[in-house]
């Protein structure tokens, strides 16, 4: 079965950096494009990057744009989120989710926390 | 902030039907396929709906969805207490960039 699991949460100052990684196994990982999505606490979700299965197209939402960098290493099942300049309003679950290829998006690991301190 | 605009909460008495709407624009819903995703307290969330108002396997025949135009809807039947949750919609837009809804939280009552 598909899963998805995320490490490199934790605590870290305002103006530092981060790296998220999401193992996945149970499917070919290098045939289907991935997702980070994130939930601040007691909030909706709010999506963040995407990229393509073969790393070629990536997409940010605004919010993180030239700060927050996905990627993914095909011969190692992983997809990372390097995060730079990490703000307050960056605390949240982040959640890694492959994608359908169908418009949608499939799978969700269940979240590694990221607090950012001011 | 999400452009997809989702009612807060709806409720309905175990077994009765709700019906949760998604109101979109032309730059997203108009132009993509919607999907509709669970959360259960304190859990990730889980594909519902895809492709509008196809229902991935294992997913019971009391979840369905639907859109016309800018707006989309996922509807509850025979509501149970399993069904308490908060519910997303989600499509790409024109820009690249993923949105999902506000989430609504659905409360039996």
């Known amino acids: 079965q598909v899963q998805l699991v995320e490490s490199g949460g934790g605590v870290v100052q305002s103006g530092g950096s981060l790296r998220l990684s999401c193992a996945a196994s149970?499917?070919?990982?290098?045939?289907?494009?991935m997702h980070w999505v994130r939930q601040a606490p007691g909030k909706g979700l709010e999506w963040v990057a995407f990229i393509r299965y073969d790393g070629n197209n990536q997409y940010y939402a605004d919010s993180v744009k030239g700060r927050f960098t996905i990627s993914r290493d095909n011969s190692k099942n992983t997809l990372y989120l390097q995060m730079n300049s990490l703000r307050a309003e960056d605390t949240a679950v982040y959640y890694c989710a492959k994608d359908l290829a169908t418009n949608s998006i499939e799978y969700w690991g269940q979240g590694t926390l990221v607090t950012v301190s001011s | 902030q999400s452009v997809l605009t989702q009612p807060p909460s709806v409720s309905a008495a175990p077994g009765q039907k709700v019906t949760i709407s998604c109101s979109g624009s032309s730059s997203n819903i108009g132009n993509n396929y919607v999907s509709w995703y669970q959360q259960l307290p304190g859990t990730a969330p889980k594909l519902l709906i895809y492709e509008n108002n196809k229902r991935p396997s294992g997913i019971p025949d009391r979840f369905s969805g639907s859109k016309s135009g800018t707006s989309a809807t996922l509807g509850i039947t025979g509501l149970q207490t399993g069904d308490e949750a908060d519910y997303y919609c989600g499509t790409w837009d024109n820009s690249l960039t993923w949105v999902f809804g506000t989430g609504t939280k659905v409360t039996v009552l």
């Open positions: 149970g499917f070919t990982f290098s045939t289907y494009a």
